[in-house]
């Protein structure tokens, strides 16, 4: 198969982007943004309750957040300023990382406001920017906004073209304005342009922020440090050492209460698509020139192009969806058993796919993506498995528990690194068995990791887009999935497998086929 589109497009850098390698600040220091507002849409939506609003509130407690700072709530419900301020102090106190401080919470509630009012309605957005130009009045806001529709992509375009009639889209100079856009960003490549084009008729590229939290994650961010910043691992970091790789986001969870979102989307359009093919793409880009913002993504952009499914897609793919069982002790429903699910759903709670990587670093290399709901326990890893040694100078028997080496970057929930290697089993004879060298976070670091969304937010209201994909890496990862999505559609039902098992059998097959396991975390 060819790939759909190898061109490789190099955004341009934003205007007033200055080159990191010339940008004196000492980088430690922590920057904290100008003045501005923040306005959420969906405000009474699971998102913005239990990480949008913490994650704000968190960055308040960090003093990371300007003292001209103003949050407005915009939803359907007839609710005034202190309504929605009872509702994200609760939200506050219930998921905050940080603890709560009375102070801090008074001084954030100051600039609380609310606006009532529906997406399609004109009005609503007229009340919205007046509301916006008294905070600049009463707060200093100074007209720069962030948008964050935490709300149904069906609903983007109408409140894009809202904001656009209302002028608060385009703002006069020297003041932003910026939208920030949450996944699903389509279901398919075709659907995705839709969806950008929409996007980028009323916001220009470099005013919108796509967000993929697993880029706000510390242990995403640490690949780029670990490949780059260090001289062990790069060397063996091709196809001349590594066998292949694997990257795993296994959740425990079910789909309970997530129907309206999950049923006809499923795992490969819920995360594959985001989340593991961004670590795919950090995992496999060559080194940046730098780390601004359009370097690191030109980055991304040349290895997702080079990048395909394996064929045949009925060998070197899989999917499940999950059956009754027991979660540790406790016994759990199958998904069409879940509320809200048709009892003929088809929908995918586990998917699995090979790709391959078409360049002279990664050629002959397969790289192994797979998610589910419901398996044994909650966990994310990227895996480098590397080959055998050429040649083992011991006897058969001497090496009948060795395995390959691994490096592991634990992504989550014990986040860490994790070299895996032969040793030799204490005794008068020899005898080689795998062995685990282990990093962690938790023991190396005596601070915390900030949750994703607080450095996003920051990130966001700094202007800084290094983490946040462009439209090219979204379009570029549907290319890649869209044909496995293809030949599912055509192609029956997902496997069942049990809750709080690894998955399908089907999943097991696909990667014996390759002469490789899944490793079990
Ligand atoms: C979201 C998916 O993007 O990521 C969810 O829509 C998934 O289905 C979630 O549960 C997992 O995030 P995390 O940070 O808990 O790994």
């Known amino acids: 198969m060819s790939p759909q589109n190898t061109s490789v497009e190099i955004t341009a850098a934003p205007a007033g982007w200055r080159n990191p390698l010339r940008d004196k600040r000492d980088k430690r220091m922590p920057r904290i943004p100008g003045p501005c507002g923040v306005v959420i849409f969906g405000v009474t939506g699971d998102l913005a309750r239990k990480k949008l609003m913490p994650a704000i509130y968190d960055l308040a407690n960090r003093g990371l957040l300007p003292a001209n700072f103003a949050l407005v709530g915009f939803a359907r419900r007839d609710w005034a300023d202190e309504d929605f301020g009872k509702l994200v102090c609760e939200a506050v106190r219930q998921h905050a990382r940080t603890p709560y401080r009375q102070e801090v919470w008074d001084r954030l509630a100051e600039g609380i406001r609310f606006v009532q009012g529906t997406f399609d309605d004109e009005k609503s957005f007229g009340r919205l920017a007046e509301t916006l130009e008294k905070l600049d009045a009463e707060r200093g806001t100074g007209g720069n906004h962030a948008f964050y529709l935490s709300i149904p992509p069906k609903a983007f375009q109408t409140v894009c073209e809202q904001l656009q009639k209302t002028g608060l889209a385009r703002p006069q100079q020297d003041r932003w304005s910026r ?36 880029l706000g994650k510390e242990t995403v961010q640490n690949i780029l440090a ?6 062990l691992y790069e060397p063996v970091w091709n196809n001349n050492y590594v066998d292949h790789v694997q990257i795993t986001m296994a ?26 093919l961004q670590l795919m793409a950090l995992t496999a880009m060559e080194e940046p020139v730098n780390f601004s913002p359009h370097e690191l993504q030109a980055e991304k952009i040349k290895v997702l192009s080079a990048t395909q499914p394996m064929l045949p897609l009925d060998q070197t793919t899989a999917r499940g969806q999950y059956t009754a069982g027991w979660q540790g002790s406790e016994k759990v429903p199958g998904l069409l058993e ?35 709901k419901r398996l044994g326990r909650r966990v994310t890893e990227i895996a480098l498995v590397f080959k055998r040694a050429p040649h083992l100078p011991f006897d058969t028997t001497m090496t009948e528990e060795l395995g390959k080496n691994a490096l592991v970057l634990r992504v989550q929930p014990d986040e860490g690194i994790t070299l895996r290697f032969g040793s030799k089993v204490p005794g008068s004879q020899m005898e080689v068995r795998d062995v685990n060298m282990d990093f ?26 290094s983490l946040f994909p462009v439209n090219r890496e979204v379009e570029l990862s549907w290319e890649i999935l869209d044909p496995v999505l293809e030949h599912w559609a055509e192609h029956g039902k997902p496997d069942p497998y049990e809750s709080g098992t690894w998955g399908p059998d089907s999943a097991f097959d696909m990667i014996h086929r390759m002469g490789r396991e899944w490793r079990r975390p």
Request: net charge negative; charged share 25%; hydrophobic share 40%.
């Open 440 to 465: 962690s976070y938790s023991s190396a670091f005596a601070e915390d990791s900030p949750e994703a969304y607080e450095r996003l937010i920051l990130d966001m209201l700094l202007g800084e887009p």
């Open 179 to 214: 939208v920030v856009i949450e996944k699903p960003f389509g279901h398919d490549l075709q659907s995705a342009q839709e969806l950008n084009a929409v996007v980028n008729s009323v916001f220009p590229e470099e005013s919108v922020f796509r967000i993929d939290h697993y």
């Open 338 to 372: 879940e509320e809200g699910f048709s009892k003929d759903s088809i929908t995918e709670t586990f998917a699995a796919i090979a790709l391959e990587v078409d360049t002279r670093r990664w050629a002959g290399v397969p790289f192994f993506l797979r998610t589910g």
């Open 251 to 276: 959740e425990d969870i079910g789909l309970g209460g997530r129907a309206g979102y999950y049923d006809g989307v499923g795992a490969a359009r819920d995360v594959i698509q985001n989340h593991l």
């Open 226 to 231: 670990l490949r780059f910043a260090n001289e």
